[in-house]
């Protein structure tokens, strides 16, 4: 940053010593080292905000650019690439035929309902005794 060879820095500190004494020497780094930490502390905050302001302003051309690709529409542009003069879309339209109405479907034969199966007549159920006079005669 600064271009001050060891030297000169030499030279700078005896001369401190000599103007400013030994005494009031460490008082007096001390506060040049809190100017410096000042100084530097404004120039974060300062560089902090101007990149912050960069930051914005590329946000806004960000959304400009995306509102701009919002409002293109394709098919307008590939229309005035390929057919500037419209004239393949004109001779389409007079070349296109309206379309027929379609017709409306037949509804599916209804199949004949089949007559329920009769149920079978239940036996009427033998009671003990009458079972008992069938096995005597089958016997």
């Given at each position: 940053?600064?271009?001050?060879?060891?030297?000169?820095?030499?030279?700078?500190?005896?001369?401190?010593?000599?103007?400013?004494?030994?005494?009031?020497?460490?008082?007096?780094?001390?506060?040049?080292?809190?100017?410096?930490?000042?100084?530097?502390?404004?120039?974060?905050?300062?560089?902090?905000?101007?990149?912050?302001?960069?930051?914005?302003?590329?946000?806004?051309?960000?959304?400009?650019?995306?509102?701009?690709?919002?409002?293109?529409?394709p098919n307008d542009i590939l229309k005035s690439v390929v057919d500037?003069?419209?004239?393949?879309?004109?001779?389409?339209?007079?070349?296109?035929?309206?379309?027929?109405?379609?017709?409306?479907?037949?509804?599916?034969?209804?199949?004949?309902?089949?007559?329920p199966k009769a149920k079978p007549k239940a036996k009427p159920k033998k009671s003990k005794a009458e079972g008992a006079k069938l096995e005597?005669?089958?016997?």
């Amino acid at each position: 940053m600064f271009d001050i060879a060891w030297s000169e820095l030499l030279l700078i500190v005896v001369l401190m010593l000599v103007v400013m004494g030994p005494k009031d020497l460490p008082k007096m780094m001390n506060s040049i080292g809190r100017m410096i930490a000042k100084a530097r502390s404004f120039a974060r905050e300062f560089t902090g905000s101007f990149q912050e302001m960069a930051k914005e302003a590329e946000l806004e051309d960000i959304i400009k650019k995306a509102n701009r690709a919002q409002s293109i529409r394709p098919n307008d542009i590939l229309k005035s690439v390929v057919d500037p003069e419209g004239e393949m879309d004109s001779a389409l339209n007079r070349n296109s035929k309206p379309k027929a109405k379609a017709e409306p479907k037949a509804e599916p034969k209804a199949k004949p309902k089949a007559k329920p199966k009769a149920k079978p007549k239940a036996k009427p159920k033998k009671s003990k005794a009458e079972g008992a006079k069938l096995e005597g005669k089958a016997k």
